[in-house]
């Protein structure tokens, strides 16, 4: 088995695709015609957070769909009905592995819908920091309950963080589908746009990214935010403060906090580094 997978990789198509633009990763699901990922594109997509991570050119992540009408709808499910019990748990665990690593690395991660967001792909978006729309590109929502499952790549426990336990619940057990406004609403997404088209919508989204690099932001320190509410927000209240003061103590000593300051009191624009 771990042969013909090796042999299946190695005659594989790119499914994930990496490029960085002034300080934006920019990484797209390619799988037409609606982006559904496998194990390989979940492979591809770990590979590529972990090259973000390691990219010193880069500051932002910014997650995007190819096509004009999918970000992502979810796992495949000609694969899922294809493998074993044992294969779809292990499939699982990597996609939750993946899906963490995306989450904890310590660079701000905007995911762009610009399309259908259903399923296995509102898990990977819930995964990012924050999640823009274009504006009547498609459906959001969780529903596996459809087809017998619950949404298993950490749907049930991100939503629930997003939105509360007992609307995450309905919202999961109706296995109910939206369009972005109502995402907006219901908090799931934090702003929705007018775009023409896809690409349209993914220039908007780089613009919006761009501002979060040096030298129009202090990109550590928000590297640094992400950490504190990530990590944070899973401890009692008084170690989430610790580990914000160990985190506040670090940037006090950053060359970016030495420039803020700085401009501060000599009434200019700061010009960051990312150091």
């Given at each position: 088995?771990?042969?013909?997978?090796?042999?299946?990789?190695?005659?594989?198509?790119?499914?994930?695709?990496?490029?960085?633009?002034?300080?934006?990763?920019?990484?797209?699901?390619?799988?037409?015609?609606?982006?559904?990922?496998?194990?390989?594109?979940?492979?591809?997509?770990?590979?590529?957070?972990?090259?973000?991570?390691?990219?010193?050119?880069?500051?932002?992540?910014?997650?995007?769909?190819?096509?004009?009408?999918?970000?992502?709808?979810?796992?495949?499910?000609?694969?899922?009905?294809?493998?074993?019990?044992?294969?779809?748990?292990?499939?699982?665990?990597?996609?939750?592995?993946?899906?963490?690593?995306?989450?904890?690395?310590?660079?701000?991660?905007?995911?762009?819908?610009?399309?259908?967001?259903?399923?296995?792909?509102?898990?990977?978006?819930?995964?990012?920091?924050?999640?823009?729309?274009?504006?009547?590109?498609?459906?959001?929502?969780?529903?596996?309950?459809?087809?017998?499952?619950?949404?298993?790549?950490?749907?049930?426990?991100?939503?629930?963080?997003?939105?509360?336990?007992?609307?995450?619940?309905e919202l999961m057990v109706t296995g109910r589908t939206f369009d972005m406004d109502e995402a907006e609403r219901l908090?799931?997404?934090?702003?929705?746009?007018?775009?023409?088209?896809?690409?349209?919508?993914?220039?908007?989204?780089?613009?919006?990214?761009?501002?979060?690099?040096?030298?129009?932001?202090?990109?550590?320190?928000?590297?640094?935010?992400?950490?504190?509410?990530?990590?944070?927000?899973?401890?009692?209240?008084?170690?989430?403060?610790?580990?914000?003061?160990?985190?506040?103590?670090?940037?006090?000593?950053?060359?970016?906090?030495?420039?803020?300051?700085?401009?501060?009191?000599?009434?200019?624009?700061?010009?960051?580094?990312?150091?």
């Open positions: 088995m771990a042969k013909v997978m090796e042999e299946t990789r190695a005659d594989t198509k790119k499914l994930v695709h990496y490029e960085v633009k002034d300080g934006v990763a920019i990484i797209t699901l390619d799988d037409p015609p609606a982006n559904t990922y496998t194990h390989e594109m979940m492979r591809q997509l770990d590979s590529a957070i972990v090259d973000a991570r390691f990219d010193d050119d880069v500051w932002v992540i910014l997650l995007f769909g190819s096509g004009d009408k999918f970000f992502c709808a979810g796992a495949n499910i000609g694969m899922l009905n294809s493998v074993t019990p044992e294969f779809k748990y292990e499939f699982c665990l990597h996609a939750n592995e993946t899906l963490n690593r995306l989450e904890q690395t310590p660079k701000l991660v905007i995911a762009a819908l610009n399309g259908h967001t259903v399923g296995g792909g509102l898990e990977i978006a819930m995964a990012a920091d924050i999640r823009i729309a274009r504006r009547d590109a498609g459906k959001v929502g969780l529903p596996e309950v459809n087809l017998g499952v619950l949404p298993g790549t950490g749907g049930t426990q991100r939503l629930a963080r997003l939105v509360g336990k007992s609307r995450a619940i908090g799931i997404v934090n702003q929705v746009w007018d775009a023409d088209d896809s690409e349209a919508f993914k220039t908007k989204a780089i613009e919006y990214a761009q501002q979060f690099t040096p030298p129009n932001m202090a990109s550590m320190a928000i590297g640094h935010i992400k950490r504190s509410v990530q990590t944070g927000a899973e401890l009692p209240l008084q170690d989430g403060l610790a580990v914000e003061r160990e985190l506040q103590s670090l940037l006090f000593k950053s060359q970016d906090a030495k420039e803020g300051l700085s401009a501060y009191n000599e009434k200019r624009k700061p010009k960051f580094q990312g150091r």
